[in-house]
């Protein structure tokens, strides 16, 4: 006899219980995505029985959730700045501490024409967030893993913003351009011997966008010493970084000399993104 929805529900729960921080919530998320319902629509109808073969991918989803799966590749989707974005093993899972580096961006400057590019772009949240909130912004995205290129150019279809483009590029490597009005960034910055490696659904996502050497701050002090010669007198520079990485990060900015350097604070009270603004001297 085919199981209902609320069958399905309570006993993928179990599964799930000692496994997941949040059961219900997985257990809701996976079912809905594989009826093509809202969860609205589960709690509506707990005895709507649905087809075998969406019972049996709910149940292998379940399964590989249980066996640490992160949920955001298990659906193929997660939101970001209430737009949603496709995702897949080759790119991290997009988070809402990034949130406070488009707040920052769009604060920056004004609502003027401008060109911004977005180092290590992975899916493209940060470029096509940019483009969508800023028409008139033109929009250059990188990213050295052409697979994490094709996953960003496809959400930046899917989300109908023509003013992001594209381009391979290992950090500044295959950047020619100077005159950015912003340069903007998500890099790696974990240690490698860092132990949240080891846990949650960082595991699964791709380390190359994870860690740097150098204690994390590798590619940050990198793309701080370049970006100087790309941005316009008066660009700004921000990037996102490790919650304990506040005082090296401002560091590096102004051992390279930028100017109103600061370090702004996340939604948990952390310091998540450092700014500065290359004024050549």
């Known amino acids: 006899m085919a199981d209902s929805i609320q069958t399905l529900l309570e006993n993928a729960v179990a599964v ?58 298990l659906t193929g989707k997660r ?13 991290l899972i997009p988070r809402p501490d990034t949130e406070l580096l488009i707040e920052l961006s769009l604060n920056c400057l004004a609502k003027a024409p401008a ?17 969508a909130e800023r028409p008139h912004w033109t929009v250059l995205a990188t990213d050295t893993n052409p697979a994490s290129l094709t996953v960003a150019q496809n959400n930046a279809i899917a989300l109908n913003t023509a003013n ?54 590798y590619d940050i002090a990198l793309i701080v010493s370049q970006a100087r010669n790309h941005l316009k007198p008066g660009g700004h520079l921000l990037i996102e970084h490790g919650y304990n990485q506040g005082d090296d990060v401002k560091h590096l900015f102004e051992q390279s000399n ?11 009270g952390n310091p998540r993104v450092t700014s500065g603004t290359w004024t050549p001297t």
């Open 16 to 73: 799930l219980n000692e496994q997941s921080p949040s059961p219900h919530l997985d257990a809701d998320v996976l079912l809905a995505h594989v009826l093509n319902k809202s969860r609205s629509f589960l709690k509506a109808w707990p005895e709507h029985l649905p087809e075998p073969s969406q019972t049996h991918h709910y149940h292998a989803l379940v399964e590989r959730r249980a066996q640490g799966w992160p949920v955001a590749y």
């Open 79 to 91: 939101e970001f700045w209430s737009r949603q974005f496709a995702v897949d093993s080759n790119v």
């Open 115 to 131: 060109n911004i590019l977005d180092l290590g772009t992975g899916s493209g949240i940060i470029a096509i967030t940019l483009a």
């Open 164 to 217: 992001v483009r594209f381009r391979q590029s290992d950090w500044f490597s295959a950047i020619d351009e100077t005159g950015f009005d912003l340069i903007v960034s998500n890099p790696p910055y974990i240690d490698a011997t860092d132990s949240h490696l080891t846990t949650g659904d960082v595991r699964f996502e791709p380390r190359l966008a994870l860690v740097s050497p150098e204690h994390g701050l």
């Open 258 to 268: 930028y100017h109103s350097v600061s370090t702004h604070l996340d939604l948990a």
